[in-house]
């Protein structure tokens, strides 16, 4: 089941000091419509300038590895990382960011207070599926003994394993990002830094806006002037980042996340290799657009379309209702033209039963390939089970199947199929699918 695309009920305000320039700034959130994605807006420059997410030109951060950015016109918007993973964290597809400064407020140093206030402004679903991007193929970058990569998965999950030079800060931990487990476990945990590195950072420029209450800073001793929330926070806020690194594609992910010491630099070229994967595999889906309606059917060219069976495989000539990913009701016109009958039985032709549950296989294939989360993979014929053959098929008869599925998940199906000549039941069968490329 596809879940809806989320909006926030009203607008949302926060207020307060950017970490790194220690400049003021005031944010608005507001709600945007289905597909309108996730948009910021400069009001503080001429012409109010505006970016929306889904394009790698606009990411940026330079060469310091302290912060993700955007550019939006001949401006940018520092530290967006732990606003981005509020986002992401809650399941926000659609909503405008209008800021009247450049760099977004550090507040207690977390994603805290901005999950509280989207919540409080109200999280709605709209009417459009939401639109995810599940990776495909295991993607990798390391440098310096560092290390990110994603691999395929059901669900958007990040495991990220911390290992500095001090003794509270090595840690590993994993998390399912839902929005019950981000507001829980992961929005609270606070950006760190060693006593040691504070001074050389302000020195270059960074943190003009940190102090001990919005960042952790470990001493020989301990946490300087603050408490930890939790054991392991600093493993957490690196996890936080980089879920907020990635929600920059501008749209959901599917996919486990596994990092070792990586900080932005490295988050921001795995993303870029997501970004170019899913270009690759949207161009490839373009090969398979068609105009399914539900409830309306398909010749034998929007069929082709969708599954590559072709002469003499194909062995469905139109589809006559359709509901994607759901059921499909199709039909197969046998003459004495069928390859299959020069020699199976030539003497007395009929249709070969394999070939009667093959049919309906591939009546499965282009229901399931209908729906757009599937769309341009192939479905592999898996399994079957209670097959029965009822009466046999002859030249001349026109097969109507039905199909039904039973069970759905990312990456396998199972349905049902039966087949009628003049009303009367010829075979029936269950039967299991695999999705891939």
């Known amino acids: 089941m596809l879940l809806k695309q989320r909006t926030i009920c009203s607008e949302a305000r926060l207020g307060g000091t950017g970490l790194h320039t220690g400049h003021k700034v005031n944010v608005v959130f507001k709600p945007a419509q289905a597909g309108e994605g996730i948009v910021f807006k400069r009001t503080d420059m001429p012409g109010s300038p505006l970016v929306k997410l889904g394009s790698m030109a606009v990411i940026s951060g330079g060469d310091s590895g302290r912060y993700s950015a955007l550019k939006v016109g001949d401006g940018q918007i520092y530290t967006i990382e732990h606003m981005m993973g509020a986002l992401a964290g809650l399941g926000l597809d659609n909503i405008i960011i209008e800021m009247d400064g450049d760099e977004a407020p550090g507040l207690d140093g977390s994603a805290r207070e901005y999950v509280k206030a989207l919540m409080l402004a109200g999280i709605v679903d709209l009417e459009a599926d939401k639109t995810y991007f599940e990776v495909k193929e295991t993607l990798c970058v390391s440098r310096d003994g560092a290390s990110v990569m994603i691999v395929p998965a059901d669900d958007f999950k990040v495991s ?3 290992e500095y030079a001090h003794p509270l800060l090595r840690a590993s931990v994993t998390f399912a990002v839902t929005p019950e487990n981000f507001e829980r476990d992961i929005a609270p945990c606070r950006t760190f830094c060693l006593k040691d590195e504070a001074d050389a950072l ?3 420029g960074f943190g ?13 001793e301990g946490v300087v002037q603050n408490t930890l929330r939790f054991p392991d926070e600093p493993a957490r806020h690196k996890l936080m980042d980089c879920v907020g690194d990635l929600y920059l594609l501008g749209i959901p992910l599917k996919g486990h996340v596994f990092a070792f010491k990586s900080g932005h630099n490295l988050n921001r070229e795995l993303l870029k290799k997501i970004a170019e994967q899913k270009i ?5 889906r373009e090969v398979f657009k068609v105009d399914i309606k539900e409830g309306a059917g398909l010749d034998v060219r929007g069929i ?4 590559p069976h072709r002469y003499p495989f194909l062995l469905v000539d139109r589809i006559t209702e359709i509901e994607p990913g759901k059921r ?7 003459t004495m033209n069928e390859a299959f009958f020069q020699g199976h039985f030539p003497a007395r032709p009929v249709m070969p039963g394999v070939l009667m549950v093959e ?3 591939q009546v499965v294939g282009v229901t399931m390939l209908s729906n757009p989360e599937l769309r341009g993979k192939l479905a592999f014929f898996m399994s079957v089970d209670k097959v029965k053959f009822r009466k046999v ?3 001349g008869d026109q097969v109507v199947m039905e199909v039904e599925v039973t069970k759905a998940r990312s990456r396998i199906a199972q349905a049902t199929g039966v087949c009628r000549v003049d009303g009367q039941v010829v075979c029936e069968a269950e039967m299991g699918f695999a999705f891939g490329e």
């Open 359 to 361: 049919a309906m296989a």
């Open 393 to 395: 098929i002859e030249p």
């Open 280 to 284: 690759k595999y949207e161009s490839k």
């Open 202 to 204: 302000r020195a270059k």
């Open 304 to 307: 082709m379309n969708i599954i």
């Open 160 to 162: 990220y394993a911390l």
């Open 208 to 220: 003009q806006g940190a102090n001990y209450a919005n960042t952790l800073v470990f001493g020989p």
């Open 328 to 334: 499909a009701v199709a039909i197969k016109n046998v």
